[in-house]
């Protein structure tokens, strides 16, 4: 049996589907990008620590952050103490076992920690801590 062998013609790579690919990736890094940069908006200037550690990012998370003038934020939206105070109930009732990081500005009212805390403990989360900044060695 004899086959013939024939040119069939130039083979092309089709660009399209490539191209497509390149901008979906590249619009998926720009919109990542954009995400993360959200919780490093509030404006809060850590207290220094000698012991301060670095912790791994996870989502599971809790932040609540605080100002110098004492504005308690939510990852990095502002709540009042009402809607702060539900949502801790919430996260109690769902896990207990809920890690929650307090970002206070370092010229915070001690009140303000103090009232986060209390607010913790009563509605039973007990993985509490709050993040400071290492200290610079000079």
Known sequence: ?????????HVEIAMTPLIDCVF????FF????????????????LP???AAMKTPQTDQILV???DASGAYYLGS??????????????AGKESPGQRVRIDGDQAAPFQSFVHIMD???FEGLTNV????RAESKK
Not at 1 to 9: A, H, L, N
Not at 129 to 132: A, C, R, W
């Open 1 to 9: 049996m004899r086959f013939s062998v024939e040119d069939d013609g």
């Open 64 to 66: 609540i952050g605080i």
């Open 24 to 27: 979906l990736l590249l619009i």
């Open 119 to 121: 607010l913790c403990q």
């Open 77 to 90: 939206a502002p709540v009042t103490i009402e809607a702060l105070h539900a949502r801790l109930r919430e």
């Open 30 to 45: 720009l919109v990542a990008t954009v995400m993360k940069k959200v919780e490093k908006e509030l404006p809060v200037e």
């Open 48 to 50: 220094q620590s000698a």
């Open 129 to 132: 801590g709050i993040h400071t």
